[in-house]
């Protein structure tokens, strides 16, 4: 059953051209990530130490954490998914500066500088992506089942990239691996480039720090997003510091040396890849506060009992089981943090998550050198094991109510930003008229509208293709049924379904209050109209 529920959300994810580039390109993105972040740790772990490895960190996160609630702006004032394919691009140059400073043996500061340039250009990433993916999903089912994708990605990326990661030193150096990763993420810029994706959210306008800070508005003031981003920014600074005792773990605990520090971290990995069997189970869910517990009660045990018998079997076993609690305590909480946030703050509500995500990666590196000079490795890993409960308690009964606000329609939304006619709508105005939206399912040969006949409503195809009795076919974002609502004329054509489809229905008056209440989206109404009656194939 499990198998054919993988097999069914892949199919849902990757059937939809837009997502499964958009999914492609954000494997080869954690791959580099991860393994140009390894490289770096064990490149200042050989010269100086774990002391120089946590500072190397800061120097790299330091300027990510402050950019990140910045970068986030972005993919409101231009396209999303050329957004996305920038930052691509300035991950991979960045990357291919570092290798040829590193192997060309040149000055450490440069190397370190080029590798905070990287760091830096990651998050606009995530906040993007998280912007995007709702606009391109075409039913709130698939939405959940590309976030579990991601998690999957991201899953598996901890697994490969560390693998490789440590083969690539074992073999050669640190300078290869970011040499092999800049690749990897130019891979990513071409794989994102076709895709179209929703048009910017305010094109008009000019990027203010009032804008900027929109994103720690909107934490400060809702409850909801402050106890997600408080959880999922947690589980960071225990990542930061568990990035950095793979290294103290596998030079000095257990003497394994420094390649060991990549297969260690690929055992956490491993770990996500089998929590599979988990997140598979949350498309669907309507709750998802109880998974997100669930992962962080297996985190916290696994860090546990390895600090109580730490050695090489018993380390990669439990990494993996913490890898496993890790991911489905992120998909969890990502969805959860897209259901509960307005569309018009969401890329920025995740860019404040990255910069919190970067800062605290940079504050978990740096407590590794104190727990292990106060403790030992025994006492960094129980600290571990106690840090994201501790920022869970405080939450209290909060999180269990996070399901009963998760109502958010972010796929309908995204659906109405991808047509002309509403596309000028505000955000209040958006999200209400989504929530008015009607989901139709119509299968092949069904007739939705016929000719001749009145009209009560106007409808948007999410998904499927539909024949119009002019000759048209109607795909994803196209419309119909507006001309009757908008001249009061019987219908002028017979739309019939072609495949399966999803459509999504408004009302007549619905329609008309949206429609002829705004000037700009009454003119591109009847633009509409005047151009679908001047091509007979688009009645």
């Known amino acids: 059953m499990t198998r054919l529920r993988v097999v069914a959300v892949l199919r849902s994810v990757f059937g939809n051209p837009d997502l499964r580039r958009v999914e492609l390109a954000f494997a080869g993105f954690n791959a580099a990530e991860w393994a140009v972040w390894i490289a770096m740790l064990v490149y200042a772990y050989g010269r100086g130490g774990a002391a120089e490895a946590g500072i190397v960190a800061l120097v790299q996160l330091a300027p990510a954490a402050a950019f990140g609630p910045f970068a986030a702006v972005m993919a409101d004032r231009r396209r999303p998914a050329a957004v996305l394919a920038a930052g691509y691009a300035a991950q991979a140059l960045a990357m291919a500066l570092t290798a040829a400073v590193l192997l060309g043996d040149g000055p450490s500061p440069l190397a370190y500088a080029f590798a905070a340039a990287a760091a830096t250009a990651v998050t606009v990433t995530r906040p993007t992506q998280s912007a995007l993916v709702p606009a391109l999903a075409r039913a709130p089912d698939e939405l959940t089942a590309a976030n579990v994708v991601s998690g999957w990605i991201e899953s598996v990326s901890m697994l490969v990239a560390p693998a490789l990661a440590g083969v690539l ?36 306008s000019s990027p203010s720090p009032r804008d900027a800070i929109a994103g720690f508005r909107q934490v400060a003031r809702d409850r909801q997003a ?38 260690l971290n690929a055992a956490f990995g491993a770990g996500g890849v089998l929590g599979i069997a988990v997140t598979v189970t949350l498309v669907g869910r309507p709750r998802l ?5 669930l992962g962080v009660v ?9 600090a109580l018998r730490l050695t090489t079997a018993t380390a990669l076993l439990l990494l ?29 509500v995740f860019g404040v998550l990255e910069g919190i995500s970067m800062a605290g990666l940079a504050a978990g590196a740096l407590l590794v050198p104190v727990l292990v000079g106060v403790f030992d490795a025994r006492g960094a890993l129980l600290a571990l094991a106690l840090l994201v409960p501790a920022a869970l308690l405080p939450a209290g009964r909060r999180l269990l109510e996070l399901d009963s ?76 049924g507006e001309i009757a609502l908008l001249r009061d004329v019987p219908r002028t054509a017979t739309v019939t379904a072609g495949t399966d489809a999803r459509l999504y229905a408004l009302s007549k008056d619905d329609f008309l209050e949206a429609v002829t209440t705004h000037p700009r989206a009454a003119d591109a109404a009847d633009r509409l109209v005047r151009e679908r009656l001047a091509a007979p194939l688009l009645r």
Request: glycine share 10%; net charge negative.
């Open 226 to 263: 402050r106890t997600l981003v408080g959880i999922l920014g947690a589980q960071y600074v225990a990542i930061g510091a568990l990035d950095v005792l793979f290294v103290v773990l596998a030079v000095d605990a257990l003497s394994l040396g420094a390649a060991w520090a990549g297969y």
């Open 405 to 480: 606000h998760a109502d958010v329609p972010a796929v309908e939304i995204g659906l109405l930003r991808s047509l002309p006619l509403f596309a000028p709508l505000g955000a209040p105005e958006l999200e209400s008229l989504a929530r008015r939206l009607v989901p139709v399912d119509a299968t092949p040969g069904t007739t939705v509208v016929t000719e001749g006949t009145v009209g009560d409503r106007f409808y948007v195809v999410g998904d499927g293709e539909l024949a119009v009795s002019t000759g048209a076919v109607l795909r994803r974002s196209d419309c119909f």
């Open 289 to 293: 506060s109880p998974p997100l517990l």
């Open 169 to 204: 030193l074992a073999v050669a150096s640190p300078g290869a691996v970011f040499a092999v990763m800049a690749v990897v993420a130019l891979a990513s810029v071409l794989l994102v480039l076709p895709v179209e994706g929703p048009a910017a959210l305010a094109p008009d």
């Open 320 to 348: 993996a089981a913490a890898g496993a609690g890790r991911s489905l305590l992120d998909v969890a909480g990502r969805t959860l943090l897209q259901r509960t946030c307005s569309t018009a703050v969401l890329s920025r």
């Open 298 to 306: 297996v985190w916290s045990a696994a860090f546990a009992a390895l």
